[in-house]
């Protein structure tokens, strides 16, 4: 499979309605938050299909940087601010460009994880997104050559088993950190949303 603008463009609108079908399970593993990550999310990427199905795009940047700002504009909370960012901020690694390859979303991965990392001021192993965004970050750089399909399918393992480790963490950031020790066994809400893009990234090379 060819990932060009057109391709792109539908396999964001896959992710976007993946997520959107997990909106209960994303605001039940809010529980010891305010129950709403998956509300939040309902609303970005709702947004993300309104903005996407309108609109043509002439190249990877654009289209990835649209994602972005459509999340950003709709979501309030630090979550959609924090995923808006990654998707608009990586996309300055895609501009002009017509095909996305293992380098090129390995560039956008890198650029979308410092964006995080500089406006939330978390680190890895705080339990939040990062520790399921910075193993697919370091997965896809270590394979840079292979199929974009293949790196898909490594960045989905390594987000998942990312986010599964934060239920051995105690919060140490934002508001969960003040639950402490009652934050072990539960996996980060962000965590999770970020598992779930990448799998249905790796599920749309499939379909």
């Not at 994602?67 to 960012?85: D, R």
């Not at 300055?92 to 994880?113: P, W």
């Amino acid at each position: 499979m060819i990932f060009d603008v057109a391709t792109c463009k539908n396999m964001l609108l896959f992710v976007a309605n993946g997520i959107l079908s997990n909106v209960d399970m994303l605001n039940e593993a809010d529980k010891l938050g305010d129950s709403d990550h998956g509300s939040g999310m309902e609303v970005g990427f709702t947004a993300v299909v309104k903005k996407l199905s309108a609109q043509e795009f002439t190249d990877l940047g654009s289209l990835f940087k649209s994602c972005g700002m459509a999340i950003m504009m709709s979501s309030g909370g630090a979550s959609g601010a924090i995923f808006g960012t990654f998707f608009k901020d990586g996309a300055k690694a895609l501009e002009n460009l017509q095909q996305l390859d293992s380098t090129s979303f390995s560039e956008f991965l890198k650029l979308g994880l410092a964006s995080v990392m500089k406006r939330g001021k978390a680190n890895y192993g705080d339990k939040t997104m990062l520790d399921a965004l910075k193993p697919a970050v370091d997965i896809t750089a270590a394979n840079i050559g292979l199929s974009i399909g293949q790196i898909f399918k490594l960045c989905a393992q390594a987000a998942k088993e990312g986010s599964e480790a934060t239920k051995n963490m105690v919060a140490s950031f934002g508001r969960m950190k003040n639950l402490g020790e009652r934050t072990l066994g539960y996996a980060d809400p962000g965590s999770i949303t970020v598992a779930l893009i990448f799998s249905y990234m790796s599920e749309f090379t499939q379909t």
